[in-house]
């Protein structure tokens, strides 16, 4: 047996503010909506935003991983900016990470990463 529908679960404090900030940053569909657990179509996943109640943490798993490729950092940085995001780093390829990687705080301060492949 293998396993597959691979979810990627982003913990957040505010549920309606990160529906809102990912459907405006990534134009991803809600396909299914709670107060404690949402998803949102991705191509190839789902991204579950998981509620983390007050006085939780998200050990051992902080911001679950959530590491998108696109095809143009500085243009998904102009969506993210106005969905009230912000970069928090940029690094270009080097001999030990071959893709640009770009990390970012969403609009409630939750980690998440874009990389970009360098084609020469």
Known sequence: MRGRAPYFIHYVRDMQRAIAF????????????SPGWSTLGFEGFTLALHILSDGHDDR??????L??????????????EAAGGRLSE???PDDF???RVASFVDSEGNGFELRQEVHD
């Open 67 to 80: 590491n998108l490729l696109v095809d143009d950092i500085e243009a998904m940085q102009q969506h993210i």
């Open 90 to 92: 940029l690094r270009e």
């Open 97 to 99: 990470v071959p893709v």
């Open 60 to 65: 051992p798993m902080p911001n679950a991983g």
């Open 22 to 33: 990912y459907r405006a940053a990534f134009g991803a569909p809600l396909t299914t909506e």
